[in-house]
């Protein structure tokens, strides 16, 4: 199985900055895929980020340069580093991965328990 743990959410002022992590760890083969979605309440999860196991990225419309997504593939590690914080951008941000548990295993999804972001004066 695999565990997704996420950290580095937290209340900041319109304009502030956060850091976000997610550490991937069980027993696996590998990983592919990782980033991260959100979820503002009675609204529809949307995909932020995503970040391939080879390093290319794709990023949500909305973000327009505000937020920069990487990954360290030594310790499975993705991060979120948003800048330029507004209020419409607090949500339950979420961790995904898509990996294998073996080296024939088909590949599945894993998510972490999401992480609150909240963009206030």
């Known amino acids: 199985q695999v565990q997704l743990v996420e950290s580095g959410g937290g209340l900041v002022q319109p304009g502030g900055s956060l850091r976000l992590s997610c550490a991937a760890s069980g027993r696996m083969f590998s990983i592919n895929d990782m980033g991260w979605y959100r979820q503002a309440p009675g609204k529809e999860r949307e995909l932020v980020a995503v970040?391939?196991?080879?390093?290319?990225?794709n990023y949500a419309d909305f973000i327009k340069g505000r937020f920069t997504i990487s990954r360290d593939n030594a310790q499975n590690t993705v991060f979120l580093q948003m800048n330029s914080l507004k209020p419409e951008d607090t949500a339950v941000y979420y961790c995904?991965?898509?990996?294998?548990?073996?080296?024939?295993?088909?590949?599945?999804?894993?998510w972490g328990q999401g992480t609150q972001v909240t963009v206030s004066s």
């Open positions: 970040i391939t196991s080879g390093g290319s990225t």
């Open positions: 995904f991965a898509n990996a294998r548990l073996g080296v024939s295993s088909r590949l599945d999804g894993y």
